[in-house]
């Protein structure tokens, strides 16, 4: 005979772990290093562990097992960080994420094939000073071109 569980508690998990690399995309601007979104990424898949595993304890009446949780914090990390590199970055949906918020970013796209034309960034200041920003858009494209 076969039977076929899933337990609620991973389902909530699983979806979670989807989405939480577009959470830190709304929580951190473009400037954000790479390295600080990281950590973010880690510990809201930590929390969320915990809280999934809470409300599992809490629904069935059982006591919590901070282990359970503990040990589901990193598939779900490893989940959202192979998301994030697989799906929601080649689609542009990590940085639109950024951009929601962040009504003064420049983002510009990581093509590095030689054979593309040059991109032309024009930039508006409204509030700031132009030469600025522009500065920006150039130390960004040059990095970028690197």
């Not at 562990?49 to 809470?54: A, G, I, P």
């Not at 069935?60 to 960080?81: C, E, H, M, N, R």
Request: charged residues 15%; proline residues 5%.
């Amino acid at each position: 005979m076969i039977e076929f569980n899933l337990d609620v508690a991973l389902v909530i998990q699983l979806l979670v772990s989807t989405v939480l690399p577009l959470l830190v995309g709304l929580v951190t601007k473009t400037v954000t290093r790479p390295g600080v979104r990281a950590v973010l990424l880690a510990a809201f898949s930590l929390l969320t562990s915990l809280l999934v595993e809470l409300g599992a304890a809490m629904t069935a009446g059982t006591t919590y097992d901070i282990g359970q949780g503990l040990l589901l914090a990193l598939p779900t990390f490893l989940v959202a960080v192979g998301l994030h590199y697989g799906l929601w970055k080649p689609v542009g949906a990590a940085e639109k994420a950024q951009e929601l918020f962040d009504p003064n970013a420049i983002v510009v796209p990581e093509n590095r094939d030689p054979k593309l034309q040059p991109v032309v960034v024009n930039v508006y200041a409204e509030n700031g000073d132009a030469s600025e920003i522009a500065s920006v858009v150039g130390e960004k494209l040059r990095r970028d071109l690197i």
